[in-house]
């Protein structure tokens, strides 16, 4: 009898652990919380220009539909960052670092973000539904 209370408990234990670990996010590392519902969390992409660099550039990062993208920017020039999404988005960029701007991307499919000025592709968004 104690056998089994100890089997039937480590089973629970088991099963719980494996619940949990599935509940705890998505194949986009999005997180929710105990109800289901999504996390106030962003995917954030860091960008930087410095001395005619920038970096990231020619990358792919993968986001999901309705998923809020944050463009998280350190610059020593000014520029312009388009998101060309439907619907399309520009962001000025100042000579100024923390610079942070956000946006969600509603139709699956590839979206470039580019600086303008300095004619770069920063990274492309591979968006899944």
Known sequence: ?????????????????????CASGDRSGARTTP???????ARTID???A???????????EAEVGERIVLRVDSD????????SDPAHT?????????EFGFTVTVP????IELHHAGRTVTTLLVWQ
């Open 35 to 41: 109800t289901g519902e999504p996390a106030s969390a």
């Open 1 to 21: 009898m104690i056998n089994r209370v100890l089997q039937y408990g480590l089973l629970t234990v088991a099963v719980g652990s494996l619940l949990v670990g």
């Open 91 to 99: 962001f000025p960029v100042a000579a100024a670092s923390g610079q």
């Open 51 to 61: 001395n005619g660099t920038v970096s990231p550039a020619n990358t792919r990062t």
């Open 109 to 112: 499919g590839q979206v470039e």
């Open 77 to 84: 020039t000014t520029d312009e960052l388009h998101v060309h």
């Open 47 to 49: 960008i930087r220009i």
